[in-house]
T-cell receptor, first 113, second 110 residues
Framework: GNSVTQMEGPVTLSEEAFLTINCTYT??????LFWYVQYPGEGLQLLLK?????DKGSNKGFEATYRKETTSFHLEKGSVQVSDSAVYFC????????????FGKGNQVVVIP | NAGVTQTPKFQVLKTGQSMTLQCAQD?????MSWYRQDPGMGLRLIHY???????DQGEVPNGYNVSRSTTEDFPLRLLSAAPSQTSVYFC?????????FGSGTRLTVV
């Protein structure tokens, strides 16, 4: 079945540092890929998405490229801010009629001033 | 404001009690789903519905029931609460493209 794997453990970094969160997936066919962000005490918000190979999703300075050859969708930001502290989830949606969304386990990102 | 509304935001139950978590959306989305979020586990799909009158099980359906009598509402029922059901529950809907999530219900079963 479909699955998403995110790198283990929280990520702690200083303000203005470069952020990378790895995400790899297993899926049949051509899924759509997403990054969701969850700020403390809130629900999930869509951060960016990509629907086909080589697409790049971007939003709020974050970017991720759909790499079919490596089955990856790594999230990057060049200069993080304290306000980027949140939990980040990689997810995929299969293209069957069920539209099921499979999530990775999430990564807590803490940005220190 | 358009979106997904979940009630209540917080709930404490005793083991064996029953309750219903409410979810409503006003975007005319056909697809609705329930997830639970547990530390280190990400979000796991409990039940989903592709339209009124149609529901199906997700990854972790045991202990939960759902129904979909209208497009707008998708309640989640706990028939006999257990401590293992302590979690944060999210409802989400989708028509095309991305999912819209509610703000969650934090449930504690003691």
């Amino acid at each position: 079945g479909n699955s998403v794997t995110q790198m283990e453990g929280p990520v702690t970094l200083s303000e203005e540092a470069f952020l990378t969160i790895n995400c790899t997936y297993t899926a049949t066919g051509y899924p759509s890929l997403f990054w969701y962000v969850q700020y403390p005490g809130e629900g999930l918000q869509l951060l960016l998405k990509a629907t086909k190979a080589d697409d790049k999703g971007s939003n709020k300075g974050f970017e991720a490229t759909y790499r079919k050859e490596t089955t990856s969708f790594h999230l990057e930001k060049g200069s993080v801010q304290v306000s980027d502290s949140a939990v980040y989830f990689c997810a995929l949606s299969d293209e069957t009629g069920n539209n099921r969304l499979a999530f990775g386990k999430g990564n807590q990102v803490v940005v220190i001033p | 404001n358009a979106g997904v509304t979940q009630t209540p935001k917080f709930q404490v139950l005793k083991t064996g009690q029953s309750m219903t978590l409410q979810c409503a959306q006003d975007m005319n989305h056909e697809y609705m789903s329930w997830y639970r979020q547990d530390p280190g586990m990400g979000l796991r799909l409990i039940h989903y519905s592709v339209g009124a009158g149609i529901t199906d099980q997700g990854e972790v359906p045991n202990g939960y029931n759902v129904s979909r009598s209208t497009t707008e509402d998708f309640p989640l029922r706990l028939l006999s609460a257990a401590p293992s059901q302590t979690s944060v529950y999210f409802c989400a809907s989708r028509k095309t493209g991305s999912y819209t999530f509610g703000s969650g219900t934090r449930l504690t079963v003691v």
